[in-house]
């Protein structure tokens, strides 16, 4: 049994009884999590299937050596680079998947960004469907999400339909003085939308304690707009909802014509099972289902599940990424940081004629943490030598966009290892954004203070840091170029749909997370008038 630790919610028996299901959904994350809550009161019967367990809510989730040098909540995988050496991957198996440990940070991509769009490296592709038809979707994922935000101040916000659902949550002193300085430099800084359950009004009665534990932690008062509590707790309030912990799925079997899923064969605490579902949805992250579709070659598909374009697996992105922390004369003092965004150089600007990507603030860097990002070179400095410089660090996430690249990609061996071939692109653009950013910082801040020079950190994403991975499916219209029809049912077998982000065709430079949501919202109207057709 399980209780929701929401108030209006019930208790409800989880565990699967029988092993036919009208959908069964691989995966628990913002795709999956989010699915299995749209269909909950369909009355039509859903399993859920997660590899993991539970995150364990203890005092752990919020200790930075724990989460961040000791990699406490990270999965065992082992995966390849291109030069055959294993790297373990920032991959987290739990119900609500990789969102257990995001920072909550819900954009909804620019109206642009479904469009083709030059960057220094190339084309990024047009999305065969617009902005205007996931707009209604992104409304209501924001609503569900508990996003904050205020409409009119991002500089390339997309049209919207109707305000936040929830008030911007207020800077704090020094972030406030951030954005003052930064629009007296002619800046645009707006309000990062940001997905907690915070109530700034009635602090007693939120759930949100707004501390400096929400980015890269998993959030132990289950404040989070997380896909567990937001996605998977609502959904099983529903008689008609089961969820498998502990259920990795390591094969799909399909008829014998190949053109339907009749079984899901399951690995459940080392006992073989299987499961059938009329609708099979794969929502297992974009290199995980890529693998999985892969591993279930057959007669009729040998070359991997759904993959008669040979394009399973293929243009994975995860964004061009790199930690800034600034280190600066002036104390900061902030808890909650992340509350301050710049779109400014987005798409480029007169020095530059592309694309350059996004700024926000990551959550407050202490001591800890920098160890864990940097364990090398701060191997001798004592941890609470790095909380005096931590004291006085402004903290920044630079994300530039990765294009889609057919020979960057995923494969497995014969025993489901996974290998992935990547080479990051748009490093130019990459450092051009943050020569912007260090350029305005040194202007705003060293006025007069040469003695006192800032001193900046920069921290690429490597390969291991898959959050942000997409791609490896992409949908469209023909299916000699894309994996997926524009509902993300698979071309090649008739119930077999993907919906978590490997249908993105393009990254474009905002966080995923918001996307990945609205389409499963998207999806579920779908599912609802074939289920009922």
């Known amino acids: 049994m399980v209780c929701s630790t929401r108030s209006t919610a019930r208790c409800t028996s989880i565990e699967p009884q029988g092993e036919d299901f009208d959908v069964v959904i691989i995966g628990s994350g913002a795709g999956g999590g989010t699915l299995a809550r749209a269909l909950a009161d369909s009355g039509h ?74 960057h220094v490296d190339g084309e990024s592709p047009e999305w065969p469907i617009k902005y205007d038809v996931f707009e209604p979707y992104y409304r209501k994922a924001e609503e569900w999400y508990h996003v904050h935000g205020l409409r009119g101040e991002d500089p390339f916000e997309p049209p919207a339909s109707s305000p936040y659902p929830y008030e911007p949550i207020s800077h704090e002193p020094r972030m406030q003085k951030l954005v003052d300085d930064l629009r007296s430099a002619g800046l645009r800084p707006f309000h990062q939308p940001t997905g907690v359950a915070l109530n700034e009004t009635s602090p007693a009665f939120s759930d949100c304690v707004r501390c400096n534990r929400c980015d890269g932690f998993p959030c132990l008062v289950h404040a989070k707009g997380d896909a567990e509590v937001m996605g998977v707790r609502p ?25 339907e899923v009749s ?8 006992k073989e099972r299987h499961f059938k579902g009329s609708i099979v949805v794969i929502s297992a992250g974009a290199a995980n289902s890529a693998r999985l579709l892969l591993m279930s070659a057959n007669e009729a598909h040998p070359h991997g599940l759904a993959n008669s374009s040979d394009q399973v697996g293929r243009n994975y992105m995860y964004h061009n990424c790199k930690a800034v922390v600034a280190l600066a004369h002036e104390p900061n003092d902030t808890v909650f940081q992340k509350t301050v965004a710049i779109n400014d150089w987005y798409f480029g600007d007169n020095d530059f004629d592309f694309p350059m990507g996004h700024v926000q603030m990551t959550g407050k860097t202490n001591g800890a943490m920098m160890k864990g990002y940097k364990p090398r070179l701060t191997a001798l400095a004592p941890t609470w030598s790095m909380d005096k410089l931590a004291e006085h660090s402004l903290d920044f996430w630079m994300q530039t966009e990765d294009l889609p690249r057919s020979s960057n990609r995923v494969t497995v061996n014969h025993e489901g290892k996974i290998h992935l071939n990547y080479t990051p692109t748009n490093n130019q653009a990459s450092q051009e954004l943050i020569s912007r950013l260090e350029g305005l910082l040194d202007k705003l801040y060293l006025k007069n203070h040469l003695a006192e020079r800032q001193v900046y950190f920069a921290s690429a994403m490597e390969l291991a840091a898959v959050g942000h991975q997409c791609g490896t499916c992409r949908f469209g219209q023909d299916p000699k170029t ?52």
């Open 482 to 533: 894309s994996v997926l029809n524009l509902n993300c049912r698979t071309h090649d077998v008739d119930n077999l749909y993907v919906v978590d982000t490997s249908f993105f065709p393009s990254s474009a430079a905002v966080n995923p997370s918001l996307t990945a949501i609205a389409n499963a919202i998207r999806i579920s109207d779908h599912l609802r008038e074939r289920l009922n057709g």
């Open 45 to 118: 019967s859903i399993l859920i299937l997660e590899r993991g367990g539970w995150l364990p809510r203890e005092p752990q989730n919020w200790d930075p050596v724990e989460v961040f040098q000791n990699d406490r909540y990270v999965s065992k995988d082992l995966w390849e680079d291109k030069d055959g050496t294993s790297f373990q991957p920032g991959s987290h198996y739990f119900v609500g998947g990789a969102s257990k440990m995001y920072g909550a940070a819900h954009f909804r991509l620019r109206e642009r960004d479904f469009e083709s769009v030059m």
């Open 235 to 259: 959904a099983l309030n529903h008689d008609n909802v089961f969820l498998l912990t502990n259920a990795e799925v390591v094969r799909l079997n399909t008829n014998s014509s190949g053109r």
């Open 263 to 270: 079984e899901v064969v399951v690995n459940h605490e080392g």
